[in-house]
C-alpha cells in the first residue's frame, strides 16, 4: 500500500500511499513561531537505487526479487549509484513492488523539511495530510508539504 497506519488523538487511521491533493492554504500569518528548515537529507540516509525481494503464491511462497528502481538523475547527482535494499515480504506482485519502491525513493528525495507552530488556522490538518505553504523569504509560492507530525 505504501501508505502509513497514523496513531492520533486516541485512534488509529490508515492513509494510502496515494497523493492527496491539498485542500489547505497557511503562510506566514498562519506561523506563531521560529520556524526551522533543514534542507538535505544526511549521506548515510540517501539512496538512489532500490532493490529487494517479495513473496509470491506464483513462485509457490518463495522470495523472489523484483526489478530494481533507478533514477539516472539522482544518481548524477550523487555521483555514485547509492543501493537501498527493500524486502517487501507482504507483497505479491512484482509490479506492486516496483511502485512502493519507486514512492518510497522519489519521497526520500523530497528532501525540505520545516517545523513550526500554526494558529488554530492549521487544527483542520492531521498527520498525513498535505497542504499549502506560502514564504516569500525561501521562495515558497504554494509549496505542497506533508504534515508529519
Keep these: 500500500m505504501a501508505g502509513k497506519a497514523i496513531y492520533s488523538g486516541g485512534l488509529w487511521s490508515i492513509k494510502p500511499g496515494a497523493y492527496n491533493t491539498p485542500s489547505v492554504s497557511l503562510d506566514l500569518s498562519d506561523v506563531v513561531s521560529s520556524i526551522k528548515v533543514s534542507s538535505l537529507i544526511s549521506a548515510r540516509d540517501r539512496f538512489n537505487s532500490i532493490q529487494g525481494v517479495y513473496t509470491s503464491p506464483l513462485n509457490d511462497g518463495n522470495p523472489a526479487d523484483y526489478p530494481i528502481i533507478k533514477n539516472s538523475t539522482y544518481q548524477t547527482e550523487d555521483g555514485r549509484v547509492i543501493k537501498k535494499n527493500l524486502d517487501l515480504p507482504f507483497t505479491q506482485r512484482p509490479h506492486t513492488a516496483q511502485r ?7 519521497r526520500m528525495r523530497q528532501e525540505i523539511i520545516f517545523s513550526a507552530s500554526f494558529k488554530l488556522t ?26 508529519m507530525e
Design 122 to 147: 492549521a487544527f483542520k490538518l492531521a498527520v498525513g495530510d498535505n497542504f499549502y505553504f506560502s514564504v516569500d523569504r525561501y521562495g515558497w509560492n504554494n509549496k505542497v508539504f506533508e504534515v
Design 100 to 106: 512502493i519502491a519507486k514512492i518510497s525513493l522519489e
